[in-house]
């Protein structure tokens, strides 16, 4: 089992750039395919960016490709949610989550698959 925090969110003006962290105890990050999510307020959770290095790559969403990044450090065990450009429409809580598979492109890996999640953190753009 994985635990998962995640930290860095906070309020930042429209085009400015967040990191957000997120730190696993209880196992190796490397073990699970990584996905960032977000839920906006009145909307439902969504997939923005994901990591799986059994084979899997990197995979972004639409909207964030071009501006967001995923990185880890396996020191640390803790994988990255670099946010650039940041638009008001970006304002969500941002969730990580560790799904236990391998050999899945990331995109192709359904939400439900994802079995650990973190708390979240608040991310506001302003206009």
């Known amino acids: 089992q994985v635990l998962l925090q995640e930290s860095g969110g906070g309020l930042v003006q429209s085009g400015g750039s967040l990191r957000l962290s997120c730190a696993a105890s209880?196992?190796?990050?490397?073990?699970?395919?990584m996905g960032w999510f977000r839920q906006a307020p009145g909307k439902e959770r969504e997939f923005v960016a994901g990591?799986?290095?059994?084979?899997?790559?990197?995979y972004f969403a639409d909207s964030v490709k071009g501006r967001f990044t995923i990185s880890s450090d396996n020191a640390k065990n803790t994988v990255y949610l670099q946010m650039n450009s940041l638009k008001p429409e970006d304002t969500a809580v941002y969730h990580c989550a560790a799904a236990p598979v391998s050999d899945y492109y990331v995109q192709t890996i359904p939400i439900g698959r994802y079995n650990y999640w973190g708390q979240g953190t608040q991310v506001t753009v302003s206009s």
């Open positions: 209880g196992d190796t990050i490397r073990n699970y395919a």
């Open positions: 990591i799986n290095w059994s084979g899997g790559g990197t």
